[in-house]
């Protein structure tokens, strides 16, 4: 078995498993943590192929990922701070409860 | 650009620019804007005595001046202005330039304190600036353009007093009445304008072409009436005389300047103009118009006893003469009468001006607004109160009656010459117009002293109006006795004896008998000239011929005007002895009957009213009535049925027929539209719509996860359906 492949198929384990969890999750909070699955699936992507199919003295992969890392921490912050407001003003985290603009 | 022309042009532009002037800034002085105005007409008086000074040394073909300038030309047409200044004009514009000098000085009192002072001298400058276009037109054209200027004007100043309904009113009869000749005057124009090759309106080369061309005689005695027809409008001739009675409701300087001298002159001056033109029939016609007016206006004003309604008449017959004078062909004695006439009658309206209002201040004073002001049965007895302007009316009334000595004299012997050889000329019905001459004379003589009589001798009517009766201010009397001076006639023959003829003084050297113009009469014609066209050959151009052919055909041409001119000398004698003898009686039924009070004048009502001749004439022969009821009444009945038939039958049947077809078939059209379009099909789609859209509506839930679902689940579709191909 190709050592590539492993990391593919746990990659996309995670990947499916974070998209379960955003579609499936009614909390909000958990809904995050999928999308953090995702994207941290993809770091190990990046980081596979650069190692599989490139010489070890390039790194980016290694930079893409870095960069998405970075992302991810600003993009928890926002999220997060959403979800504080979310809750301040329905007092839920709840995203099924959050409807304000169904018509 | 020449002295001439510049000296010229500014008996327009003076004017027009005090008409400017006093229109938007006349009210900044106040009462004393009228210097200004005074000023400008005095410069005006002067430069035409400057012309005037010229026409003792110019022989009367000779012109001063003629300028022309191309105005408009479109296409073939060609329209010049231009300036023409011949002795007649030259001595037409210090009349116009006097008596509208003396009046603007006479008005200064006359209308002190009007509310509209300043507008009412912006008006005599209009006019002033469009009588001068008259006198200075070079072609027809132009004349026309100045003649429905003073046509304006005259409308302006009767109308001055607007708030009186008959002021109002009688300023809208003149222009109207005025409107009529006009009509016909213009067609004239045209008619004129079309004769032979070149096209022209200028007034020399109309002539011209007269001369040489072979024109349709009865073409051009048409054109000649029709342009004729102008003078009866603004002259006040038979049929359209009654707007100058009428035109009296305006301020007396105004009457006595437009209504009397000058603008009512512009006829027969216009007349003299195209004089060369006019075919013997068209003088035949000229002829009786004037004989039927004169006698006509003079048998009304015996019976009128509004003072200026006398006036108006004695002006109107006045004019009659005139114009008998033009058909009989005596050039001379029609321009003659004009100015004469001008004199005088200018004196006769300041007079009765300062009559009136020496009238209206008493009857102020006494807080009278009852008593007609202008009524002379309400004057009498005025002789010792107002001196200046008896002594000015009665030697005008002298004048005017006929007197040896005074100007009316020697101008009318001049016309009633001119009939009676006119007659011994032609026999036959023209022996209507010397009567019609002398019998108007001597009701003139008759009603003029009437007038005097009633007015200053006697006994006072009313003894409370006259004790604060007073004479007028200088600026009143001092006109009266300039004009009153020029009624003398040594001032225009020269002579002190009175029964010289009339004919040799300067006037009638520096006017001539129109021996400019001869009128050639085919051999075989020669004995029918009164009832054949005549064509009009320049004199010099006679002699030339007749001196190079030296045939027998100058025998043929017949020299109208010097033959009318030798006949006058012939009838001179006659017409002055039966004219002096007229006057007399006139003045002495007069003086029967209202200064001795012999006779009593109402035996002369009954005497007279057998035959209802008092009440034809009081009534003005119900001329106007007779309008009334031929034109003014069958006009309103067309009017009103044809607004019957057009309101009752075809707008309220018809039309409202059409409207109420035209509502039931929008109704049944809305039921359709409404309820089956509308309703069912408009309605449906939105229906429809509306169905699908709730169907529709439930895809939109709202719940995030539930889209991302959806998305995911057609990314992988698409995948897959993309690993296949």
């Given at each position: 078995m190709n050592n590539l492949q492993i990391y593919l198929l746990l990659s996309s384990l995670l990947f499916s498993l974070g998209i379960y969890a955003v579609i499936s999750r009614k909390n909000a909070v958990a809904i995050l943590m999928g999308i953090e699955l995702m994207l941290n699936s993809a770091n190990i992507n990046f980081i596979a192929f650069n190692r599989f199919t490139s010489n070890l003295n390039n790194l980016d992969g290694h930079l893409f990922s870095m960069f998405v890392i970075v992302l991810a921490a600003a993009e928890a912050a926002v999220a997060l701070a959403i979800i504080i407001n979310l809750f301040k003003n329905l007092g839920t985290v709840n995203v099924d409860e959050a409807a304000e603009l169904k018509g | 650009m020449e002295f001439n022309l510049i000296i010229a042009l500014s008996f327009l532009f003076i004017p027009i620019s005090l008409f400017v002037y006093q229109l938007f800034f006349g009210h900044i002085l106040k009462h004393n804007t009228w210097y200004v105005s005074i000023i400008g007409i005095g410069i005006n008086l002067s430069l035409a005595l400057s012309f005037f000074y010229r026409v003792f040394h110019n022989s009367p073909d000779d012109h001063m001046l003629h300028y022309r300038a191309n105005w408009l030309t479109t296409g073939n047409f060609n329209m010049d202005l231009g300036i023409f200044i011949d002795n007649m004009s030259a001595i037409m514009l210090v009349v116009v330039s006097l008596v509208s000098f003396l009046v603007h000085l006479y008005s200064s009192e006359y209308m002190k304190g009007d509310s509209r002072f300043s507008r009412y001298y912006a008006f005599l400058g209009l006019f002033t600036f469009s009588m001068n276009g008259i006198v200075l037109a070079d072609s027809i054209a132009m004349i026309y353009i100045f003649w429905e200027l003073v046509g304006l004007s005259s409308f302006l100043l009767i109308g001055f007093w607007f708030e009186k309904t008959s002021a109002a009113m009688a300023s809208k009869k003149a222009f109207l009445v005025n409107r009529v000749g006009d009509i016909g005057m213009f067609i004239g124009i045209m008619m004129i304008y079309f004769v032979g090759e070149t096209h022209s309106f200028n007034l020399s080369d109309i002539i011209e072409k007269v001369k040489t061309s072979e024109i349709d005689s009865t073409y051009l005695t048409t054109a000649g009436i029709l342009l004729f027809l102008g003078a009866v409008g603004k002259s006040a001739q038979l049929p359209l005389h009654i707007w100058l009675p009428d035109a009296m409701e305006g301020p007396t300087p105004v009457s006595a300047l437009i209504h009397a001298a000058t603008m009512v002159a512009a006829g027969v001056y216009m007349t003299l103009r195209i004089f060369p033109i006019l075919t013997g029939d068209a003088l035949t016609y000229i002829a009786f118009t004037g004989a039927a007016t004169a006698i006509f206006a003079a048998s009304i004003a015996i019976t009128q006893t509004d003072i200026k309604k006398v006036l108006a008449y004695s002006t109107v017959s006045q004019l009659g003469y005139m114009v008998l004078a033009i058909g009989v062909g005596s050039y001379l004695a029609a321009f003659f009468h004009l100015v004469t006439h001008a004199m005088f009658k200018a004196c006769l309206f300041l007079a009765s001006g300062s009559v009136i209002h020496s009238m209206h201040n008493s009857l102020h004073k006494l807080n009278d607004h009852e008593t007609d002001a202008q009524d002379m049965m309400n004057m009498g007895g005025m002789k010792n109160k107002m001196p200046i302007t008896y002594f000015a009316m009665l030697i005008t009334t002298l004048a005017i009656s006929g007197v040896p000595f005074f100007s009316g004299f020697v101008s009318k012997d001049a016309i009633l010459a001119g009939t009676l050889s006119h007659y011994f000329d032609h026999g036959g019905i023209t022996i209507l117009l010397p009567i019609a001459g002398f019998v108007s004379a001597l009701i003139t003589a008759f009603y003029m002293f009437r007038l005097i009589f009633l007015t200053f001798h006697g006994k006072p009517k009313n003894k409370e109006i006259h004790k604060h009766l007073h004479e007028s201010p200088a600026a009143m009397t001092f006109p009266l006795i300039l004009l009153s001076l020029f009624s003398f006639a040594i001032f225009f023959t020269g002579t002190i004896n009175p029964l010289s003829d009339g004919s040799k003084g300067w006037f009638s050297k520096a006017i001539g008998n129109g021996h400019n113009y001869v009128i050639k009469v085919d051999s075989h014609k020669a004995d029918a000239k009164h009832d054949e066209s005549y064509d009009l050959v320049h004199s010099n151009e006679i002699h030339s011929k007749a001196n190079s052919n030296h045939n027998s055909s100058s025998d043929n041409l017949y020299n109208f005007t010097e033959h009318v001119a030798h006949g006058t000398h012939a009838a001179h004698y006659t017409a002055m002895y039966l004219s002096l003898l007229v006057a007399a009686l006139g003045i002495l039924l007069s003086v029967i009957i209202y200064y001795y009070n012999k006779i009593n004048p109402n035996s002369f009502i009954k005497v007279f009213n057998v035959l209802k001749l008092y009440d034809l004439s009081k009534n003005k022969f119900y001329i106007d009535e007779l309008y009334n009821n031929v034109i003014y009444k069958p006009f309103m009945f067309w009017s009103k049925v044809s607004s019957k038939i057009d309101w009752d039958y075809y707008d309220q049947k018809f039309i409202d027929s059409i409207g109420k077809i035209t509502l039931s078939i929008s109704n049944k059209s809305t039921k359709v539209d409404y309820d089956w379009l509308d309703q069912k099909v408009v309605d449906g789609f939105g229906k429809i719509t509306h169905f699908m859209s709730l169907k529709l509506?439930?895809?939109?839930?709202?719940v995030i996860q539930s889209y991302i679902l959806g998305g995911l689940i057609a990314l992988i579709v698409i995948t897959l359906i993309v690993k296949q191909i």
């Open positions: - | 509506k439930k895809m939109q839930g709202g």
